[in-house]
């Protein structure tokens, strides 16, 4: 199946025809908000997808096509029913990162119902990757691109590293990390950035090179992008 979602709804296509899974008024298994940001397929709990909603987290059981909306515990600008959770990411041991509009990132523990939010900015995540050396990469909405150690759950802003003031992405709207374990960013309005890891970076230079692809359309196959 190729899943995706939508404003309006969870969708599912068989590669002859969509299902569209919607809320249904009086019926607690159905999709909890018609606004469907993301999704992640777990590997570590088989037939379970968790489910990023304009009214917080789900899990949803494939085999039986139920949705069990998850509470977030109550904290700093978390309150139910207005958290939006618009990136989600498993970890191997099961633990669940979560990206929000306004409770910025979320550790989640779906065994306890624990979580822990990480201080700090973006209030509003936009998109989320991890790293080859384990690090979680969260795009916001308007305060560019952060790192996330999850050993320390600290977080910190890229575009504020001394070596990067040419990364001027406000908007991280894509994030992926390739094969070689370069991050990829797209951005609202300033085109793509490549982030690599250097080999043998000289001192003062930073750990990172970054490669902007952009259009210009005056002059044309410049930036990289047609």
């Given at each position: ?16 025809r969509i299902k569209v ?153 894509a994030l992926i990390c ?36 952009y259009y210009d359309p ?9």
């Amino acid at each position: 199946f190729i899943w995706f979602g939508a404003e309006v709804g969870l969708n599912r296509f068989d590669g002859n025809r969509i299902k569209v899974f919607l809320k249904e008024s009086g019926n607690p298994g159905s999709l909890p908000d018609n606004l469907v940001f993301c999704m992640v397929e777990s590997e570590v709990r088989p037939g379970i997808m968790w489910l990023g909603t304009g009214d917080g987290l789900c899990r949803f059981h494939m085999d039986t096509e139920t949705f069990y909306p998850v509470p977030f515990p109550r904290g700093k600008n978390i309150h139910p029913g207005t958290v939006m959770v618009t990136g989600i990411i498993e970890e191997a041991d099961g633990n669940l990162w979560i990206g929000t509009r306004g409770a910025g990132m979320v550790r989640f523990n779906p065994r306890t119902g624990e979580s822990r939010q990480v201080a700090g900015h973006p209030l509003f995540v936009r998109s989320l990757a991890t790293g080859h050396s384990g690090k979680i990469w969260v795009g916001s909405y308007a305060n560019g691109l952060f790192i996330l150690d999850p050993d320390t759950l600290t977080l910190k802003s890229f575009n504020a590293l001394p070596h990067y003031r040419d990364f001027r992405c406000r908007e991280v709207y894509a994030l992926i990390c390739d094969r070689g374990g370069a991050i990829w960013a797209g951005c609202r309005g300033s085109g793509l950035y490549r982030i690599a890891r250097k080999k043998n970076p000289a001192a003062g230079t930073g750990d990172y090179a970054v490669t902007h692809f952009y259009y210009d359309p005056n002059r044309p196959g410049q930036g990289g992008l047609k």
